[in-house]
């Protein structure tokens, strides 16, 4: 089964900029469609962004389209730019259930997907 590990989190300040790599540790992600979600102190965990396995289909929440690039090559990207401090959070990534993004209908839980372990986002002057 694939393991996913995150990397690329850090401290940065208000209008700056991080890219968070979700890779596998053991196994592939190649077939699967793969979501980032983070988790803020005292929120719930909220879908970030989400890209097929072909990568020629991306979805992002409301809340960080146009500052967001999700990309893949053997890992998948998460390029952040004019980060707020309201994107303070956990960052995860998920497998999907398949090569296609569900991420709008269906929880991780729903097909017992696999997480990562997160990396911490935190953005602060």
């Known amino acids: 089964q694939v393991q996913l590990v995150e990397s690329g989190g850090g401290l940065v300040h208000p209008g700056g900029s991080l890219r968070l790599s979700c890779a596998a540790s053991?196994?592939?992600?190649?077939?699967?469609?793969i979501r980032w979600y983070r988790q803020a102190p005292g929120k719930e965990r909220e879908g970030v962004s989400c890209?097929?396995?072909?990568?020629q289909t991306t979805y992002y929440a409301d809340s960080v389209k146009g500052r967001f690039t999700i990309s893949r090559d053997n890992a998948v990207h998460l390029q952040m730019t004019n980060l707020k401090p309201e994107d303070t959070a956990i960052y995860y990534c998920a497998t999907d259930s398949g090569p296609l993004c569900t991420m709008a209908y269906t929880s991780v839980s729903d097909y017992g997907g696999v997480w990562g372990q997160g990396t911490q986002v935190t953005v602060s002057s």
């Open positions: 890209i097929s396995e072909s990568g």
């Open positions: 053991s196994g592939s992600l190649a077939i699967y469609a």
